[in-house]
């Protein structure tokens, strides 16, 4: 029969529509529950959420509060600003290697100090972060493979980081006030040199240049007043010596006066 032909064929066709949008609308459903590119798993027991290389540029919101370990490596972003990470209480290991992040707001890890072992941002292009960043921060972080500026700053945050082990050697200075520093690992450095005392330092040759021109004034003070002294002494010397010959001279006249 034509019509149960048509019928069927068209019933079916139907059906397989019908399936498709319920399947459309699930995956539409479930790609607006967490950003684009990002998944959930758990693995070893562990809430992840991860977001490699999901050409993110700024920190996804509506993670999942139960996350215990969070991957934002290879992506683009560049800022962490305040409280960017407090909505996870339970965050243990957050990776946000291979980013551009270049600024960090002092508190952008605030809400993960009791939580937090693992911190990684290295292959970022961190110059300079203070190290109130790391207050009360417990992580063990990865900060190598950045363009450091190796100052004071710099080594005031690395006393206060605990790196993870076998990372410091990727800690390279990109920039510091001496060229010598430039492309050698901080920490082979920091042995020798005081990043904090060279300011002080020089403040210290600005105090003793200017007390050795203090005792070099009154140095020449003293021998100028010696030699006037020498002088005066010298002439009143020469003063005393004149007068026995003028006591002669008066002697003289007066036994002539006295011979007249
Ligand atoms: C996550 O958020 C839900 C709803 O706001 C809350 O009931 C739950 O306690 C939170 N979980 C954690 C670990 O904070
Ligand atoms: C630290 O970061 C560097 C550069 O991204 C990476 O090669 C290295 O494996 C990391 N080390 C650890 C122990 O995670």
Request: aromatic share 12%.
């Amino acid at each position: 029969m034509p019509f149960l032909d048509w019928f069927l064929y068209h019933s079916v066709a139907m059906w397989l529509l019908l399936q498709s949008f319920i399947l459309m609308a699930f995956c539409f459903h479930s790609a607006t529950t967490f950003p684009k590119g990002c998944y959930p798993s758990t693995e070893d027991g562990f809430k992840t959420f991860r977001c490699s290389k999901a050409q993110l540029t700024a920190i996804p919101k509506d993670i999942p509060n139960d996350t215990n370990k969070l991957y934002l490596d290879y992506n683009q972003i560049s800022f962490l600003p305040n409280d960017a990470f407090q909505n996870l209480p339970l965050l243990a290991e957050l990776d946000l290697s291979h980013n551009v992040i270049s600024r960090l707001e002092i508190g952008a890890f605030r809400g993960l100090s009791e939580s937090l072992h693992l911190l990684d941002l290295s292959s970022n292009k961190l110059v300079s972060v203070n190290k109130e960043v790391f207050n009360s921060l417990k992580a063990k972080a990865n900060l190598s493979s950045n363009p450091w500026l190796c100052d004071c700053t710099f080594q005031q945050l690395i006393e206060r980081v605990e790196l993870v082990a076998g990372t410091s050697d990727g800690i390279i200075c990109d920039a510091s006030a001496r060229k010598e520093h430039i492309g050698k690992p901080f920490l082979q450095l920091v042995g020798d040199i005081d990043f904090c005392n060279i300011y002080k330092k020089t403040t210290d040759i600005a105090m003793l240049v200017t007390m050795f021109g203090w005792f070099a004034m009154v140095i020449s003070y003293l021998i100028y007043y010696v030699r006037q002294n020498q002088e005066d002494a010298r002439r009143h010397l020469e003063y005393l010596k004149s007068l026995p010959s003028k006591q002669k001279k008066s002697e003289e006249s007066s036994t002539i006066s006295t011979v007249v």
